[in-house]
């Protein structure tokens, strides 16, 4: 037996005179995640007498927006249908799916299950219609009653700590495979199968798989206090954590989370906080304008003292003594660690002496010179053949036949001669 979609217009006492009985659906709630379906039997129906658990050849099916319906025979499924429309039970037809937005993973589950029973037109079978809720369920709040650890890395000051996170909000789901969640969860529910009745295990699954999706947040090197501007990764991260309990057993997925700000305890930001302005003197330059920041208050407060503005200079005189190197040793520190870093591979040197790494020189606003090679053309080539002529690259040098003048770049010569005009021409080669 199968489904055929019936026409747009087949409604009202049409159905009623075509089809034995009609089986609908009302308006989900957004508690409710399945109900079995209800037959509605007119008074111009010629099967008035029927079974609750048995559907008639020819009888009318329909499928609302955010539904999912199922036929279940002898307790397993053999038909599904998610898009939206009327449809004729067909006893004589094919087993049939109309997968809708559900997508290719209820096909593939359906055919791992199969049709196993098979009992033609007896009346003794038991069928039953399901109507599944698929649209996003939202509101299901969630809040950490245990620190979470979080490990926060920072390659660039060294710093690889563990600490402990709260967080709290909200997250929504929705059922992605209505078959597992029928064989796994809700199987032969007498009426209807609510949130609540799977609310409080779904919760602390959920709040478990924090620990290992916040684990691959933080080997993108955040702080704690960005991963709210992260929900995109944490969602798929908890979906990957969550994969096996709820997508492949229950068919269930995470569809969005809001996130309250994200809190440590104290003497841990604070932590955080003297690792990140620790690392910050690690440049001369940074300390050295640190310092004098601090000697300008320093003399601020000297001139300010109430013993005498002299006392105050002969103290502040013993700190900065007492305190090593002044701020012109560490500028000059940084000058020369500035001085003996790398250049990047990209710095070039131009004719009036600066290195640069822009594609003009910093000094004289000339232009980064071409690399490769040019041709007679004009064209600039990288490979051993002219990409606008086809020439092959030439190693020979030239030298001007008349007044004796070389190139610079002897294999690239210019169009004329500089000092006397001349073309530069075959004969010129050397």
Do not use: H
Request: hydrophobic share 35%; aromatic share 8%; glycine share 10%.
């Amino acid at each position: 037996m199968g489904l055929i979609k019936a026409g747009i217009g087949a409604l009202g006492g049409t159905l009623a005179d075509q089809w034995k009985e009609f089986f609908y659906c009302d308006a989900l709630e957004s508690d409710v995640l399945v109900v079995k379906g209800q037959k509605k039997v007119s008074g111009r129906s010629s099967n008035k007498k029927g079974s609750d658990n048995v559907i008639s050849n020819g009888s009318g099916i329909a499928v609302a927006d955010g539904q999912c319906m199922m036929i279940v025979e002898q307790g397993k499924v053999v038909e599904v249908c998610a898009v939206p429309g009327e449809y004729t039970y067909d006893t004589s037809s094919e087993p049939s799916i109309f997968a809708g937005n559900l997508g290719q993973s209820i096909l593939d589950t359906f055919k791992t299950i199969g049709k196993r029973f098979t009992y033609g037109g007896d009346t003794g079978k038991d069928q039953r219609v399901y109507y599944f809720n698929t649209k996003e369920l939202y509101d299901n709040k969630f809040g950490t009653p245990n620190p979470v650890p979080f490990r926060v890395v920072d390659s660039k000051i060294g710093l690889d700590i563990d600490v402990s996170v709260r967080c709290s909000g909200i997250y929504s789901y929705c059922i992605v495979d209505p078959l597992l969640f029928y064989t796994n969860v809700c199987g032969n529910v007498e009426r209807e199968f609510k949130r609540s009745e799977l609310d409080n295990q779904l919760k602390t699954e959920f709040i478990s798989a924090l620990a290992p999706a916040l684990g691959k947040l933080s080997a993108l090197e955040i702080r704690p206090n960005q991963i709210i501007t992260y929900t995109a990764e944490l969602e798929k991260a908890i979906n990957d954590a969550l994969a096996t309990k709820w997508a492949d057993l229950r068919g269930l997925k995470v569809k969005s989370i809001a996130l309250n700000p994200i809190t440590l305890p104290e003497d841990e930001e604070k932590l955080i906080q003297d690792a990140q302005r620790a690392a910050v003197m690690r440049d001369p330059t940074m300390a050295a304008a640190t310092l004098v920041g601090a000697q300008a208050e320093a003399m601020k407060a000297a001139a300010n003292n109430e013993g005498g503005a002299m006392n105050g200079f002969i103290g502040m005189g013993m700190a900065m003594n007492a305190g090593g190197n002044n701020a012109g040793d560490l500028f000059a520190m940084g000058r020369a660690q500035q001085a003996a870093a790398p250049r990047s591979a990209n710095t070039w040197k131009c004719i009036c002496g600066q290195e640069n790494g822009g594609n003009f020189c910093e000094n004289c606003g000339a232009k980064k010179p071409e690399n490769g090679w040019k041709c007679t053309c004009g064209q600039v080539n990288q490979g051993n053949f002219c990409s606008n002529c086809g020439a092959k690259k030439t190693t020979a040098s030239y030298r001007c036949n008349k007044c004796g003048w070389e190139p610079e770049d002897k294999s690239n010569p210019p169009k004329f001669c500089p000092q006397c005009g001349d073309p530069f021409n075959g004969s010129d080669m050397i």
